[in-house]
């Protein structure tokens, strides 16, 4: 069974940075493709990044050049360091894997900008 728990998120002004972290319980992490997706009120989950086993990554346009995916398999940790924050960035935040039949999500983060 998959557990994943994020943490990190908060409320934060404009141009600020956060950084979150997603522990997972797994023991196919090794393997398994990472991501962080986003929920604005009243819009659809969306990608903001994600990270293959093998460290490939890659991101949705509107975060490129200020988030950064990254994961730690020793850990089973993966991290989304979210730089220069934009109000429209407010959202809840959630870890997904994936690996053949298994999707899995945590419980989400809430993000706020806002000044």
């Known amino acids: 069974q998959v557990q994943l728990v994020e943490s990190g998120g908060g409320l934060v002004q404009p141009g600020g940075s956060l950084r979150l972290s997603c522990a997972a319980t797994?023991?196919?992490?090794?393997?398994?493709?990472m991501g962080w997706y986003r929920q604005a009120p009243g819009k659809q989950r969306e990608l903001v990044a994600n990270i293959t086993g093998d460290a490939d990554t890659n991101y949705a346009d509107s975060v490129k050049g200020r988030f950064t995916i990254s994961r730690d398999n020793v850990k089973k940790m993966v991290y989304l360091q979210m730089n220069n924050l934009k109000p429209e960035d407010t959202a809840v935040y959630y870890c997904?894997?994936?690996?053949?039949?298994?999707?899995?999500w945590g419980q989400g983060t809430q993000v706020t900008v806002s000044s």
């Open positions: 997904n894997l994936r690996f053949l039949w298994v999707d899995s």
């Open positions: 797994t023991s196919i992490f090794t393997s398994a493709h």
